[in-house]
């Protein structure tokens, strides 16, 4: 399906139920209309109302919500490839490719599109549609973008989606990437704008919006979405999924990535956030954008089969194949296949 030009609107909102504001006959808020606009002007208290329903009824509004736009049963697939890995000289406290932590991940320079190629066939034969591929960069040099360039034309002449990540942009690097054929650009804004600084120092939240705006003006679709589970508050994940559900138009793609603590991370001790509060994530992420395919990313095999069947549930509608994302592991193909097959989900065609 399409990403359309989103709309907003200004007409009135039915509030959130109250528990006791329920039809007895089918177990549903009573007085509510499902609101399947998309909107541009969501308010914070909006958005918490979402968080704060009981776990059925959000999920019960995220569900129809999921079938009014998508196939409740397909899941676009995509595979991550890190294409440059270590030596990144920002300071995320998550991140195990930063220079300045001991994790173990080595510095390595930028692949050879021969190799790039290689991995992008096995994974277009494993079923997925979309390539995406990630450098640790804090910003894309000028040097670098004819070879990214390449890399981009010719997995695109596979016939697969492209999808990069490589840090900020400047407004013309976009714009040769979109030249060069790419589909998709990731800059994830991470958290809320609050807690932001409590995660990163070495760039703003502000830092972030801007090759956002970059991407969306050369006309690249934006895929963007945050981690929960770094210490943050409820209210930081409100204020995450709002500023992505009040930019100019949603992103294409929304990853929610459950933070999986990396040993020698300033984060690396931190406890796992409850499944059932990712859950919550990914439904309110597809009641505020409705259009958008919410990708259940990092921390799958911490949810188990049980926790991930959850999020589709919600409204996840894409992942990332194959046993390992940039440098965290991911659950192998056969065992999203198994899980597939139990759930009776099939990949989405692009």
Not at 96 to 120: F, H, I, W
Not at 224 to 250: K, N, Q
Not at 272 to 281: A, C, G, L
Not at 319 to 343: C, H, M, R, V
Request: overall charge negative.
């Amino acid at each position: 399906m399409s990403i359309d030009t989103q709309e907003s609107t200004t007409k009135s909102r039915p509030k959130a139920a109250t528990p006791a504001e329920t039809d007895g006959q089918h177990g549903r808020p009573a007085g509510t209309v499902i609101d399947y606009a998309v909107r541009i002007d969501w308010t914070r208290d909006e958005i918490s109302a979402l968080f704060s329903l009981p776990f059925n009824d959000l999920l019960f509004q995220a569900q129809q919500v999921h079938r009014h736009y998508f196939d409740a049963n397909r899941v676009q697939l995509s595979t991550l490839l890190n294409i440059k890995q270590g030596g990144c000289s920002e300071d995320c406290k998550y991140c195990s490719q930063s220079s300045r932590y001991e994790t173990g991940v080595d510095r390595e320079e930028l692949m050879d599109v021969k190799l790039v190629m290689n991995a992008a066939r096995s994974a277009k034969e494993s079923g997925a549609e979309r390539f995406c591929m990630g450098a640790a960069w804090r910003n894309l040099k000028d040097r670098d973008v004819a070879a990214i360039a390449e890399i981009v034309k010719s997995v695109k002449g596979l016939g697969m989606e492209t999808c990069l990540t490589l840090g900020m942009l400047t407004r013309e690097q976009a714009e040769t990437l979109k030249e060069s054929g790419l589909d998709y650009y990731n800059h994830n804004i991470d958290t809320s704008p609050e807690y932001y600084p409590e995660v990163i120092t070495t760039r703003c939240f502000e830092d972030r919006l801007e090759t956002i705006e970059h991407v969306r003006e050369s006309g690249m679709k934006v895929c963007s979405g945050g981690i929960i589970g770094m210490g943050e508050e409820r209210s930081d994940r409100v204020g995450m999924l709002h500023a992505l559900a009040t930019l100019p138009e949603h992103p294409g793609s929304v990853p929610i990535n459950m933070l999986v603590p990396i040993p020698g991370t300033p984060m690396g001790d931190l406890e796992p956030i409850d499944t059932f509060e990712m859950v919550r994530t990914i439904a309110v992420a597809r009641i505020t954008m409705p259009k958008s395919h919410v990708r259940l990313s990092a921390g799958r095999r911490e949810l188990g089969e049980t926790g991930q069947a959850l999020c589709f549930l919600a409204g996840a509608n894409s992942i990332f194949y194959g046993d390992k994302l940039l440098t965290t592991s991911n659950p192998e193909w056969l065992q999203d296949q198994e899980l597939f097959a139990k759930l009776d989900i099939e990949g989405e065609q692009a």
